[in-house]
């Protein structure tokens, strides 16, 4: 794996990138709440409404620099080739202008979904001469953008109140996105950045077995500007 040996300033120049669900109610993941050993019963502040396949499920699409969160964009019907040129061309593209980034030393990562690695993603990606990093099929999920969703759901969840329709459920996603502080994403980076490093550097090519003890390692320190 030609990646394997690369230090964690060659990694500050990978755009992290990925697709992400939300639910109209409540996030997917099991959620927690405290109570006295005393009260045995749950009380109506312990309970949140749900409603079958969430009240309704948007499709982002998101990427991650050293700088800052880059653009997010809501999707609209199934991701296909087609579909992904043109995210690829209206986002990634124009995130690396808006921050002024040396476009050829810069990397792009994505995850081997067939929508991503189909031959017309391939042809326009060489094209445009970007230099897409190697992400192997069996991976732990090393992604941090992972923990730029975790912190969105987080956020997504303190709303005392369900969205009324999906566009203000987009309202309030466009919210958090832009609330995160620059800074904290680069804090972020730098301790992920490392351990995908030291991932790689001491295993190269990750199986399932190991996906588990990597992720652990990993915490989400995002942080929002208030």
Not at 3 to 15: I, L, P, S
Not at 104 to 128: C, P, W
Not at 158 to 179: I, K, T
Request: glycine share 6%; proline share 4%; net charge neutral.
């Amino acid at each position: 794996m030609r990646w394997r040996d690369k230090d964690v300033e060659w990694w500050k120049n990978v755009m992290f990138s990925d697709e992400k669900s939300v639910s109209r109610f409540g996030t997917s993941g099991r959620q927690f709440y405290f109570k006295r050993p005393e009260n045995k019963t749950p009380r109506e502040h312990h309970k949140k409404g749900t409603k079958r396949g969430g009240g309704g499920k948007m499709c982002l699409w998101g990427c991650l620099t050293d700088e800052a969160p880059g653009d997010l964009c809501r999707l609209s019907g199934y991701m296909d080739a087609e579909t992904y040129v043109d995210v690829v061309k209206s986002y990634v593209i124009k995130t690396w202008e808006y921050h002024g980034l040396e476009r050829e030393n810069l990397i792009f990562q994505q995850d081997n979904a067939s929508a991503h690695t189909a031959n017309r993603v391939k042809e326009y990606m060489a094209k445009q001469k970007i230099t897409v990093l190697e992400w192997p099929p069996n991976s732990p999920d090393l992604n941090i953008i992972e923990n730029v969703w975790a912190y969105l759901n987080q956020e997504l969840d303190r709303y005392d109140m369900a969205p009324e329709d999906m566009d203000d459920l987009w309202e309030r996603v466009q919210v958090v996105w832009e609330n995160i502080h620059s800074p904290a994403v680069q804090l972020l980076t730098t301790q992920d950045r490392t351990t995908v490093y030291e991932a790689w550097r001491q295993y190269g090519l990750l199986n399932s077995k190991d996906k588990a003890r990597i992720k652990q390692a990993m915490s989400c320190v995002v942080i929002s500007k208030n």
